[in-house]
């Protein structure tokens, strides 16, 4: 806020750092197990399962929509933890100024408000990982 000023531009890049990192981890740090687990031991014992995925081990596709899911989740809350900082209007906005005129069900309305956000969007990255990947199976895209 010091640096950006008082605009949207802070609260944008707070959810885009939010959300930038999730996703990043869980692209190198599954990548480099997948890759593990396909070189040991045990792919000798099920070499089905390396081999019916890329040539280097598992599909990148997987780390990046279970990345993407667990980012677009954050991000509504990044986006809601920066209108706490500094907003005047949106659910974070609405959070802070309704427990400090002691309107709790005006909060819980913004948290329930928040909540259905995040499943909204959590399911949207699933419906497009169906549209873009028809064949994966539903036991990997629907973990709640």
């Not at 329930?112 to 990982?129: C, H, P």
Request: with cysteine; net charge positive; charged share 10%.
């Amino acid at each position: 806020m010091v640096v950006f000023g008082a605009t949207e531009l802070p609260r944008v890049i707070v959810t885009l750092l939010v959300a930038f990192f999730p996703l990043v981890i869980s692209i190198a740090w599954d990548s480099s197990r997948c890759r593990r687990i396909c070189s040991s031991s045990a792919a000798r014992s099920q070499p089905r399962a390396c081999r019916s995925s890329t040539a280097s081990g598992c599909p990148i596709r997987w780390f990046i929509f279970s990345g993407l899911k667990v980012a677009i989740a954050l991000s509504a809350v990044g986006a809601v933890v920066a209108e706490f900082v500094n907003a005047g209007r949106g659910l974070g906005y609405q959070i802070v100024t309704s427990t400090a005129f002691f309107q709790v069900p005006v909060a819980f309305g913004a948290l329930i408000l928040l909540s259905i956000m995040g499943i909204v969007l959590f399911q949207a990255v699933v419906v497009i990982e169906r549209v873009f990947f028809p064949w994966s199976t539903s036991d990997e895209t629907t973990v709640a």
